[in-house]
């Protein structure tokens, strides 16, 4: 084989690795940023095999393609979609088409999708419904539709369980596990037993995050993650903030959005903001009952990125509600992208956008 071949394979060789596994940052200090290059408005009217889409709450990438779950609880789906990028703008989005899922004998809230092209199969989470006793759930799922997997939750997750999961604040992210062998689920909110919701003020407010192995398709491990305090006064009477998304990038190492919201403040009323999170060195919570009052170790935490700095760069200085991420591909310099989505709500409560945001990884 010339040399030139020799070069072509390994480069293929090379693609092939990224497509299929989380790229690490920083194998030294990982001393990494995160650059705001370019955002996309999806038009609201998009139909697709009679589907509106929007409520678009979680994203994954593979092999030039892009999944994104819908949050329609009376028509659960994702799309597949392709992005294209023009060196660092994002120039067109597509939505191809449309799987629904198969089922009707549980309330499917889906929240967030990663593609695993091991088994070739989407696996998908879900809140249930809280205050109708419908329990959060962790499934896999074809390219059809048909669910192939569910995996077991720990009892803690049932809505009768003396732990208290609460209603709209349970499996809101999912990431593939680094090394290939298992998934991480987590929730939104804190457990009733673990802490209260985030507040104004700085309160104590862990949120699990569960890693399930998928052999054994069960809770192996868990860890506490502290959310910060609600961003903004609200002028209206509701505000939250909660975790939204995760991605591990390298061994027990993630990025973890963060979306807190205040009623009544219009289009400002959304606070992003992205985590480095480590939990290399957290207490496992898995058999903790509650997370109150006792001594463990949570994930430590640095924000990377606060979107509050990049409103003059958004359309109508808008940040919308930011739950999806996923790496995307490697950008002309070399450097990993990441693209994030932004959850319309199909506009009930007020004019929302299908908001994507691509942004670099810089060393």
């Given at each position: 084989m010339n040399n030139f071949l020799i070069k072509i394979s390994f480069l293929l060789f090379c693609i092939s690795i990224i497509g299929c596994k989380s790229v690490k940052v920083n194998k030294s200090n990982e001393s990494f940023k995160l650059k705001f290059l370019d955002e996309y408005i999806l038009p609201e009217n998009v139909l697709v095999d009679s589907t509106i889409v929007g409520g678009l709450s979680g994203i994954d990438y593979y092999n030039g393609l892009y999944y994104l779950v819908c949050d329609d609880a009376f028509n659960p789906r994702f799309y597949k979609a392709k992005i294209e990028l023009n060196s660092t703008e994002i120039s067109n989005i597509t939505i191809e088409n449309v799987i629904k899922i198969k089922e009707t004998s549980r309330y499917l809230d889906l929240e967030a999708i990663r593609y695993d092209?091991?088994?070739?199969?989407?696996?998908?989470?879900?809140?249930?419904h809280i205050k109708k006793e419908k329990q959060p759930s962790f499934i896999?799922?074809?390219?059809?539709?048909?669910?192939?997997?569910?995996?077991?939750?720990?009892?803690?997750?049932?809505?009768?369980?003396?732990?208290?999961?609460?209603?709209?604040?349970?499996?809101?992210?999912?990431?593939?596990?680094?090394?290939?062998?298992?998934?991480?689920?987590?929730?939104?909110?804190?457990?009733?037993?673990?802490?209260?919701?985030?507040?104004?003020?700085?309160?104590?407010?862990?949120?699990?995050?569960t890693?399930?192995?998928?052999?054994t398709k069960e809770a192996e491990k868990q860890f506490g993650y502290l959310l910060d305090p609600i961003a903004k006064t609200p002028k209206g009477n509701f505000s939250v903030n909660g975790l939204s998304?995760?991605?591990?990038?390298?061994?027990?190492?993630?990025?973890?959005?963060?979306?807190s919201y205040s009623s009544g403040l219009g289009n400002q009323g959304n606070t992003i903001k992205i985590f480095k999170v480590d939990a290399s060195k957290?207490?496992?919570?898995?058999?903790?009952?509650?997370?109150m009052d006792v001594n463990y170790n949570a994930a430590t935490k640095t924000l990377l990125l606060d979107f509050e700095n990049l409103r003059d760069k958004l359309t109508s200085n808008s940040i919308d509600n930011i739950e999806g991420i996923t790496f995307g591909p490697t950008l002309p310099n070399g450097n990993r992208s990441l693209v994030l989505v932004a959850d319309n709500n199909f506009n009930r409560m007020e004019k929302q956008l299908n908001q994507f945001i691509l942004l670099e990884i810089i060393d």
């Open positions: 092209s091991i088994v070739n199969r989407i696996f998908i989470t879900s809140e249930g896999s799922v074809d390219e059809i539709g048909e669910i192939k997997d569910n995996f077991k939750l720990p009892d803690a997750f049932n809505p009768n369980s003396t732990q208290k999961p609460r209603h709209n604040g349970t499996l809101e992210g999912l990431s593939k596990n680094y090394n290939g062998n298992g998934y991480w689920i987590a929730m939104e909110l804190p457990f009733e037993i673990d802490g209260p919701e985030p507040q104004l003020e700085k309160t104590n407010s862990p949120v699990r995050v890693y399930i192995n998928s052999k998304e995760i991605l591990e990038y390298d061994k027990d190492k993630f990025f973890i959005i963060e979306r957290a207490t496992n919570t898995l058999n903790m009952k509650s997370l």
